[in-house]
């Protein structure tokens, strides 16, 4: 994944330093990411996301495809706070809530497959109890909930994360399945 992240910002012609203008996220951090030493947070796949214009499943490697998604017609402002990590969180280190416009989402597509939130933890590793937050909008997803949740629900992580009203993915790179 961190090869994706590298030649992307290298097809634009970007130093780390611009891409922590561009995204918010510290040049330290972003250099673990990019050497693999670190992961993204969910906040962080989602900026460079937009700021890379590709999506979020292909910088989780979830898809071969390049290109973004359309965009979505949700106007979604998360106003995040930038900690000095740059991931969006409090004070607290906790993840922001969903935007309300997200909550539906996810029971949506949960009610569509007639799964419960325990078969959901079941597909995803996902708690119950922290399911039902975030189809609450209690709390933000981690990057891997969201990745682990897109597969189980056969959609994109830019779905989740309100980029696109998608929600059929791109094509899924071999081996990987929901």
């Known amino acids: 994944m961190n090869d994706r992240l590298r030649e992307l910002r290298r097809e634009r012609g970007c130093t780390q330093k611009e891409m922590q203008l561009l995204t918010g996220i ?3 951090n972003y250099s673990k990411i990019e050497l693999g030493k670190r992961y993204y947070t969910f906040g962080q796949c989602r900026r460079l996301a937009v700021a890379l214009e590709t999506s979020m499943d292909y910088l989780a490697g979830l898809t071969d495809e390049k290109r973004p998604y359309e965009k ?4 979604l402002s998360w106003p995040e706070r930038k900690t000095a990590e740059g991931s969006g969180a409090d004070e607290s280190g906790k993840e922001k809530k969903l935007p309300p416009q997200l909550c539906g989402r996810l029971l ?13 933890q079941t597909l995803t590793g996902v708690d119950q109890s922290n399911y039902s937050k975030l189809e609450r909008g209690e709390v933000q997803y981690t990057f891997e909930q969201c990745r682990l949740i897109a597969l189980a ?5 830019d779905y989740l994360a309100g980029l696109t009203d998608r929600k059929k993915p791109h094509k899924r790179r071999k081996g990987i399945s929901g």
């Open 72 to 75: 979505s017609k949700l106007s």
């Open 153 to 157: 629900m056969n959609t994109s992580m």
């Open 26 to 28: 510290d040049r330290g």
């Open 108 to 120: 949506e597509l949960r009610s569509g497959k007639r799964y419960t939130q325990v078969r959901m």
